[in-house]
């Protein structure tokens, strides 16, 4: 079984410029999260999906911040415009539903200079 | 709010050794709890999941408990070794009207010394 699938790997962006991520869950999971992972600390979680439908959003700093997941599978995170504070790992996780085991990626290590 | 702590930050231990990693949350009211282990510059592996219901989980070498009452959990590692350096981190998951929250702890850096 496939698991869940991020693009890039890593991405070195000047502030003020925007950059884009992309994941792709396990198939047939429902649930989709994004979290960011600040060196040194727990994952804090951005932004949580149910299918293509937003559930939580209340970290999600909206004024640069925004995501989507069309067709409830795929799923992008955009910052617009970046911040040296918004350095940090990416993560997406999926699972079956909100109360199910979540699955991880393998992260995007975004640095802003 | 729920808070998870994981406490030392970090711990260095000989090979061989048996160790407990711990976490604490401040909500009895959880869903589940969740241990991960993340390598340097990767993502999140899960290693276990323990329902409310259940008291503990084991996979190979690793053993997790949970006594919700007391807002704890162990990670139990039998002899451990040099390839189990990794962060391991537990998460908490609650549940918020119809939908559920998993919360993390900032993780415990373990270095198993050869």
């Known amino acids: 079984e496939a698991g869940v699938a991020q693009s890039p790997r890593y991405k070195i962006i000047e502030k003020r410029q925007s950059v884009a991520f992309w994941c792709n869950p396990i198939?047939?999971?429902?649930?989709l999260y994004w979290y960011q992972q600040i060196l040194g600390q727990g994952p804090k979680l951005l932004i949580q999906?149910?299918?293509?439908?937003?559930?939580?959003d209340s970290q999600l700093p909206k004024d640069r911040f925004s995501a989507e997941r069309l067709k409830g599978v795929d799923s992008t995170l955009k910052i617009q415009p970046a911040k040296l504070e918004d350095s940090a790992v990416y993560l997406c996780?999926?699972?079956?539903?909100?109360?199910?085991?979540?699955?991880f990626g393998q992260g995007t290590r975004l640095t802003v200079v | 709010k729920q808070e998870v702590t994981q406490i030392p930050a970090a711990l260095s231990v000989p090979e061989g050794e048996n160790l407990v990693l711990n976490c604490s949350f401040t909500d009895s009211a959880i869903y589940n709890l969740q241990w991960f282990r993340q390598d340097p510059g990767k993502g999140l592996t899960s290693l276990l999941l323990?329902?409310?219901?259940?008291r503990e989980q084991t996979s190979g070498r690793l053993n997790a408990s949970l006594d919700k009452s007391s807002g704890r959990s162990t990670l139990y590692i039998a002899a451990s070794q040099p390839g189990d350096s990794a962060t391991y981190l537990c998460?908490?998951?609650?549940?918020?009207?119809?939908?559920?929250?998993?919360?993390f702890g900032k993780g415990i850096t373990l270095s198993v010394r050869p």
């Open positions: 998460a908490v998951r609650r549940v918020e009207g119809a939908n559920s929250k998993l919360t």
């Open positions: 323990i329902q409310s219901s259940q």
């Open positions: 999906f149910q299918n293509n439908g937003v559930v939580d």
């Open positions: 996780a999926s699972s079956l539903s909100w109360m199910a085991e979540a699955f």
């Open positions: 198939s047939g999971h429902a649930t």
